[in-house]
């Protein structure tokens, strides 16, 4: 028995701000201190809150501790585990409260989330079956391998109202009863961890956080559908999670939740992992499957649908990493239970990574039906330096920009699409005025062109078409006529593309085309970018009256582009101007103006 | 993503190709399954996938050239050509990007002077552009090798280069 227990995220996030060394250095402290018997230290996957990375909760008492640097660990371990007083300089200051220590879960990031699918995450050590298990693990298998038939477990998926956490929404249940009912001698189970949009890091921390509820959901949709061999197909950019998955399909292995005859029910299920390479395009359930053969990741035509005909040809059920995390949940807890959260066609919860223009930028799981309002100004706790909001990005390169007035949408699945967005894999991008919407348009397109396949030409040569417009207004060379044609193709790429990347990929300038016109025609127009993002249509120039002569513009200018005597205004060559912005930045009297 | 590509004579090791051998033999009566596993592989042992390379696969997997050499074009994971001592890697992914991770990366392409999915002549870096890492809360960040440098501004590249140059 351990009288403290010392959880340090693992995660990606607190890993790359440097939680590793932070490990080190607390286990180093704790065994001079003579407490390695007394305190255990534990590596667990994310809190959410990865703004304030590294993070670490020492239990019993809660105290959560933030941005800790490895200096402070020999005074976290003095002062709080060795003689009980809790080191209130390194709370999260949000879990003082007039000198009080609050809990987590009154905190303004916390207290409006709801965690189903990452109810695990940060709080087990994910390398570790036994703490799993702890926490009802593998109950819900057993339940299912001993109790139901496996027209029982689709009936209860049906009814919980799940569906796909992938983007596209389509009932879990009934993607499951069509597989069930395809006959074949083999059929296969796989999940899709290939979370390509940038900046979604949903599935990647409940890999790392909790893998073994994904190998449990797995074989309870391999029971449910007759399939017993399963495949993840996971990123292999994200190597915590490749290893901590690897680690807990060997513990289950070991353990015989995975193997022959598993609680001696007769049922067979293994499970192996497939490495993506790098190619957007797979996270498309067709191309997935042809990647796993060992092919280029080309998309097919559907039907036949997986269900029907996928992985080598035989039935297949292919699930998001976050959809299957609520299947053991809803097992256990009921469908009613499931149904009971969310809207009346969106039930449950959805984790959604926060990133952007925002104070807490991390990982947050929220009841469908919470308005973005909430999200952006309660949970993620609002704009930093004064800055005002103008669009949350949602569904990545598949999905568009929610303006300001619409910032009391209730955020489900209908909702989404109704206002030109969708809810995508749960990458939630908020911009804030700096941001520039014809820019950030041309992100997305350059993103598409440079994942596109190359296998339909509506996609190959639109996006790319696309694109080219885009640029030209952005360098203030369009005409008003442009305005049509972007929306003219865009259509004619959603209606013709093969599969879901060249159907969405127009999204991002529809949605930008529909709430902020006035800055497309300001580019073309006016030739201004009025966010002062788009290079080709800024100016620098020196205030006469406030450059006091100090030379510092003209020595970092990389262009040589300023010039002047000591003490006397400079000027700005606009010929020889590359708008690096350099001079801007080193300026000390606020002399240089961008318009 | 590059147009300018340099010509690097092969110069795989005996060692490394018994290592190549091995994993091959591992996965031998696969079929084309067992393709994407083996090339990860082989660039974990030669950094990189020539031609040479592409070729021993090809013919102890039985599998055509051409069909590796396609698979190998299309995941962009796969290099055709060595990556420098130091690789850098700058997020694009959509929240580095609001940050002003491309300002990073153009002040990596001024200072380097190359483009990204090159190296510099003497092999010492090579620069690319990834989407996302995952630590959006340390936007934006670049990645030397497996260092993770967060809430960079582009001043910043200029000591991270000295670091490793002085290396």
């Known amino acids: 028995m351990y009288r403290s227990h010392v959880l340090v995220c693992g995660g990606t996030g607190c890993t790359s701000s440097g939680s590793g060394r932070i490990v080190e250095a607390l286990e180093k402290e704790i065994a001079a201190a003579g407490l390695s018997e007394e305190v255990k230290v534990v590596k667990t996957g994310c809190f959410g809150l990865c703004a304030l990375g590294p993070i670490m909760i020492v239990y019993p008492e809660g105290a959560f501790y933030s941005m800790v640097k490895e200096k402070d660990i020999p005074e976290i371990v003095s002062e709080h585990l060795l003689k009980g007083r809790i080191v209130k300089r390194l709370l999260y200051s949000e879990t003082v409260k007039e000198d009080e220590v609050q809990s987590l879960s009154q905190t303004q990031f916390y207290s409006k989330q709801l965690r189903v699918a990452l109810r695990n995450c940060g709080v087990i050590d994910p390398e570790n079956i036994n703490e799993y298990i702890a926490y009802d693990g593998y109950q819900a298998l057993g339940k299912v391998l001993t109790e139901m038939t496996p027209q029982q477990v689709i009936d209860t998926i049906k009814a919980s109202g799940l569906r796909g956490r992938g983007g596209a929404g389509f ?8 597989a069930a009912a395809s006959v074949a001698d083999q059929k296969y189970v796989c999940c899709n961890a290939d979370e390509g949009d940038p900046g979604a890091f949903m599935d990647r921390s409940v890999l790392e956080g909790d893998p073994h509820v994904v190998i449990e959901a797995m074989a309870i949709a391999g029971y449910a559908i007759g399939a017993t061999q399963g495949y993840v197909y996971i990123r292999a950019e994200y190597p915590i999670a490749v290893k901590r998955l690897s680690i807990a399909i060997e513990q289950a292995r070991e353990m015989g939740m995975l193997g022959k005859n598993i609680f001696g029910s007769g049922f067979d299920f293994n499970l192996e992992i497939r490495l993506g390479a790098g190619a957007f395009v797979c996270g498309e359930e067709t191309a997935l499957m042809t990647s796993i053969e060992g092919h280029r990741g080309e998309p097919r035509p559907r039907p036949p649908f997986p269900a029907v005909k996928g992985l080598f040809g035989k ?4 699930n998001n990493v976050e959809t299957y995390a609520n299947v053991p949940r809803i097992i256990l807890k009921g469908a009613d239970w499931f149904a009971s959260m969310g809207t009346e066609k969106s039930k449950g919860t959805k984790v959604f990574a926060l990133g952007g223009k925002i104070h807490n930028t991390g990982l947050v799981e929220i009841p469908m039906g919470t308005t ?17 909001f103008k669009a949350a990005q949602t569904g990545g390169p598949s999905g568009g920009c929610i303006p ?8 489900d699945y209908d909702n989404l699409i109704a206002i030109g967005s969708m809810m995508g894999s749960g990458g939630l991008i908020v911009m804030d005025e700096d941001t520039c919407m014809v820019d950030i348009a041309k992100f997305f397109l350059e993103f598409t062109v440079d994942e596109s396949c190359g296998k339909c030409t509506p996609c190959r040569v639109g996006t790319k078409r696309l694109y080219e417009i885009l640029d030209k207004i952005s360098k203030g060379k369009g005409e008003m006529e442009d305005l049509d044609r972007l929306v003219e193709l865009a259509n004619y790429i959603k209606s013709n593309s093969l599969c879901g990347l060249g159907q969405t990929a127009p999204n991002p300038v529809l949605s930008t085309l529909r709430y902020f016109k006035d800055e497309y025609i300001a580019h073309i127009k006016d030739k201004t970018c009025p966010a002062g993002v788009c290079k080709e249509l800024l100016t620098y120039s020196i205030d006469p009256e406030k450059c006091k002569g100090c030379t510092l513009c003209a020595r970092v200018c990389p262009a040589d582009a300023i010039s002047g005597t000591v003490k006397n205004p400079h000027k700005i060559d606009r010929n020889k101007c590359l708008k690096c912005g350099a001079c801007m930045e080193k300026c000390r009297f606020g002399a240089i103006v961008k318009n | 993503m590059s147009q300018k590509k340099t010509v690097v004579p092969f110069s795989g090791t005996p060692q490394q190709e018994q290592q190549l051998q091995q994993i091959i033999q591992a996965h031998q009566g696969q079929g084309t399954s067992a393709l994407m596993p083996v090339l990860q592989q082989a660039q974990d042992v030669y950094g990189y996938l020539p031609l040479e390379v ?20 299309f995941y962009s994971q796969f290099s055709l050509y060595p990556k420098g001592e130091y690789k850098i890697s700058v997020c694009l992914g959509t929240a580095c990007y609001v940050k002003g991770s491309g300002d990073v990366f153009d002040r990596l392409v001024q200072k380097l002077g190359i483009q990204g999915g090159e190296c510099t002549p003497d092999g010492k870096f090579s620069l690319e552009a990834c989407r996302c890492i995952g630590a959006c809360g340390l936007a934006p960040v670049l990645t030397v090798n497996d260092e993770v440098y967060g809430r960079l501004v582009p001043e910043d590249v200029d000591s991270i280069l000295e670091k490793y140059s002085a290396q």
Request: no cysteine; glycine share 12%; net charge negative.
């Open chain 1, 171 to 178: 009932p879990t249940g009934t993607k499951w009863s069509f």
């Open chain 1, 372 to 388: 973005l309002r909430e999200i952006v100004e309660e949970i993620g706790g609002g704009i930093p330096n004064g800055k005002k």
């Open chain 1, 315 to 318: 039935p297949t059920v292919l």
């Open chain 2, 54 to 73: 592409q070729k021993m696969i090809a013919v102890g997997l039985d599998i055509p050239l051409e069909e590796i050499y396609g698979v190998v074009t």
């Open chain 1, 404 to 411: 300001a007035s619409l910032i009391d949408t209730p955020i």
